[in-house]
């Protein structure tokens, strides 16, 4: 079992940052694939980055490319995202999902665990 906890968010100008943490419980957290998925009002929860095990592959969506950059310590079982010129269309909250068999992953059905959210608005 795996607990995930999101920190982070808050309230941002457009082209501010913000970096958004996600802690887990569990001594396997090096082994999991993680990733950072959001969801809009009135939307459906879409992938942002993904990273797997190692760290050593990334992969990004479209909008956030260039922007956002995932990244994982797993002396600390953390997975943090750097999320830098941001805009209001970021607005959502952040969701930090794990997938036990380690392989960079996009698709929501494939992980496993899922924490709590963490809410981030982008004013203009």
């Known amino acids: 079992q795996v607990q995930l906890v999101e920190s982070g968010g808050g309230l941002v100008q457009a082209g501010g940052s913000l970096r958004l943490s996600c802690a887990a419980s569990?001594?396997?957290?090096?082994?999991?694939?993680m990733a950072w998925f959001r969801q809009a009002p009135g939307k459906e929860r879409e992938f942002v980055a993904g990273?797997?095990?190692?760290?050593?592959?990334?992969g990004y969506a479209d909008s956030v490319k260039g922007r956002f950059t995932i990244s994982r310590d797993n002396a600390k079982n953390t997975v943090y995202l750097q999320m830098n010129s941001l805009k209001p269309e970021d607005t959502a909250v952040y969701y930090c999902?794990?997938?036990?068999?380690?392989?960079?992953?996009?698709?929501?059905?494939?992980?496993?665990?899922w924490g709590q959210g963490t809410r981030v608005t982008v004013s203009l």
């Open positions: 990273i797997s095990w190692s760290g050593t592959s990334t």
């Open positions: 999902a794990a997938d036990p068999f380690g392989a960079l992953q996009r698709e929501a059905s494939e992980f496993y665990y």
């Open positions: 569990g001594r396997t957290f090096s082994n999991y694939a």
